[in-house]
Each structure stands twice: as C-alpha cells, then as structure tokens.
C-alpha cells in the first residue's frame, strides 16, 4: 500500500507570473487562491488539482523549459471531459497570445483517446488529454 495520498499541488516555475495565472484562469477556466507578491507566487485551482506558480528571478539570464536536457518536468497533462471540449480549446489555444501549440488534437495511438500538446505563455510544456470515453 502507498504510503501517500495522491497529490497535493504540484510548484511550477513559471518566465512570467502575470500570464502564467492569467493564462491558466481566462483560458482554463481556473481560479486564483493565493497571491504573494514577496516572494512572488500564485496559487490556482480547477477545484481538483491545485498549482502554486512561482516567478523565476529575471535579474540574470533565465534558461527556458527544455524537456530532454533537464531533470523534472516533462509535461504537465490536464483531462478534459469531452472531444468537443478538446477542439474548442484547441482553437482557443491557438489564437491565444504567447501559447505555441507544439500539435493540434490527434489520436493517441489507435483512438479513440486524443490528445494536443502546447507550451502555455510563462514557458511550461502541457497536453490536454480527453480519455475517447
């Protein structure tokens, strides 16, 4: 048996706190918990995963989100309920500022799973993925 719960948020350095969170909240519909401009970081939620973003230090150089050369974060992948759900977030990704979609909805595998991946404006590698269920 495991010896933890599940997940109780997940911290993401983010190269742009405002648009990460904003990003998160008008494209995804999440809502913004916490604030702290000392540190600085927000705290979002979709009411089942929860997320603290934290504002990487601009005052040197910032090395960008390299999934294959750094040890950590691959990807973070979000569920959606439904296809429909899929391609009208697709496109609303698409016209998004900032996002660069890496591929639009396609099938995992032999279906009837799909799924897209995008970089999100502050820099993190994400894929919403709807089950074909």
Do not use: C
């Not at 010896?3 to 990003?23: W, Y």
């Not at 929860?50 to 973070?76: C, E, I, S, Y």
């Not at 496109?91 to 890496?102: F, I, M, S, T, W």
């Amino acid at each position: 048996m495991a010896e933890t719960l599940g997940l109780n948020h997940l911290g993401l350095a983010v190269a742009d706190l405002n648009k990460t969170t904003a990003f998160f909240v008008d494209v995804l519909g999440w809502r913004e918990t916490a604030r702290d401009e000392s540190y600085p970081r927000t705290t979002i939620t979709d009411d089942r995963m929860r997320l603290t973003l934290w504002q990487v230090d601009t005052a040197g150089p910032v090395n960008g989100f390299d999934r294959r050369r750094n040890v950590g974060l691959h990807h973070l992948a979000l569920e959606v309920a439904s296809e429909a759900y899929l391609l009208r977030l697709a496109d609303k990704l698409a016209a998004y500022p900032d996002v660069q979609v890496e591929f639009l909805p396609e099938f995992m595998g032999t279906g009837p799973r799909k799924h897209m991946m995008f970089s999100e404006p502050g820099g993190i590698r994400m894929e919403l993925v709807w089950m074909g269920n």
